[in-house]
T-cell receptor
């Protein structure tokens, strides 16, 4: 089992729709969760972080964390073509200090 | 401006010719890390450093060396590059420490270095 798994893509949604990206993790000791956006050939860019169970909203983005189910998701409301990118889920485990474990990413395409 | 700077951005070289990719950060971060990214494999950690003179292997360290003589710099060294090291490389940094304050710190990435080993 991979430490961090993301829903396989690519994911395609029409402009204005809600895009839902999912991530599960295997280590129950994980304490910090991050979503990065990466445009093709560019570096990952942090868009959301979440540490407590529940929802965290920032503009059109909502991160959801459920530690009991070991599940973290990212919702993008009113999706725009500029949201088309690969989204990386990253998890920091309690025992790993500052190290992050990344999922393989989900490629999102928003169609005009 | 807070940033992580990698050089070079692009490099084409030949098998066996030693090369160094530099990484420098101006945020006084303790933690620095090198990743490689390949299609279908995501970001894989090569080496990381918790502080000056403290380095450790990541998931794919074979064929690479690092050093951390100064807090701001963390160069990646390929002593004898081979074609399977052709990849996109990223350096990242963050604050480090114990407790919630530090565990919540995100990593900041450099712009990447695209290496082609012929």
């Amino acid at each position: 089992q991979k430490e961090v798994e993301q829903n396989s893509g690519p994911l395609s949604v029409p402009e204005g729709a809600i895009a839902s990206l999912n991530c599960t993790y295997s280590d129950r000791g994980s304490q910090s969760f991050f979503w990065y956006r990466q445009y093709s050939g560019k570096s990952p860019e942090l868009i959301m972080s979440i540490y407590s169970n529940g929802d965290k909203e920032d503009g059109r983005f909502t991160a959801q964390l459920n530690k009991a189910s070991q599940y973290v998701s990212l919702l993008i409301r009113d999706s725009q073509p500029s949201d088309s990118a690969t989204y990386l889920c990253a998890v920091r485990r309690e025992t790993s200090g500052s190290r992050l474990t990344f999922g393989e990413g989900t490629q999102l395409t928003v169609n005009p | 401006e807070a940033q992580v700077t990698q050089n070079p951005r692009y490099l084409i070289t030949v098998t066996g010719k030693k090369l160094t990719v530099t990484c420098s950060q101006n945020m006084n971060h303790e933690y620095m890390s090198w990743y490689r990214q390949d299609p279908g494999l995501g970001l894989r950690q090569i080496y990381y450093s918790m502080n000056v003179e403290v380095t450790d292997k990541g998931d794919v360290p074979e064929g690479y060396k690092v050093s951390r003589k100064e807090k701001r710099n963390f160069p990646l060294i390929l002593e004898s590059p081979s074609p399977n090291q052709t990849s996109l490389y990223f350096c990242a940094s963050s604050f480090s420490g114990t407790g919630r304050l530090y565990s919540n710190q995100p990593q900041h990435f450099g712009d990447g270095t695209r290496l082609s080993i012929l």
